[in-house]
Every structure is written in C-alpha cells, then in structure tokens.
C-alpha cells in the first residue's frame, strides 16, 4: 500500500511558494483537499513514510534557509509542519 506525508504551512504565501520550489526539485506535492489545512500531499515509497519524513525535513530545513523564510520545519506523526519560530 503507497502511503504519503502531508507537510503543511501556516500562510497561502508560503503554500504558493513552497508548490513552486518543491516542483523544481522533483517533489510531487498536491495540495490539500480538506479546505481546513494549507499544504501538500507528498506520496512515499510502500512503507517508507518515516524515512521519507525524515528526508524531507533535511530538504526543507535547507529550503527553508535558501529561500530565507521565517519557518521552522517540525516533524509530526506523518506530516511536516512549517511553522513560525516561536519561544
């Protein structure tokens, strides 16, 4: 069974750009259908979730400092979250 990991953002800003720069690098992302939440699907290997999880925090932390965004990536169970820096 394929399963997937959600990243999600606080901001349409950030949506819109992150969409455009993960296209770039080859991520397959589709955005979030529920309407209550701003991000992505992103489909991982069978099986592969955590690993996949793992990958894409280390791509977006450097994402995130290339694009020199005000975020903070933090793993969840399942989803990647980009959040404001915070306390």
Known sequence: MSESIE???ARVVDQEALLKVLSERGIAAEPLADGDTLGFRIPCDDGGA???CGDLLA???DLVSEMGLPLVPQRGDGFVFLRPPGD
């Open 7 to 9: 990243l999600q953002v």
């Open 50 to 52: 955590d690993e996949a």
């Open 59 to 61: 791509q977006l932390e």
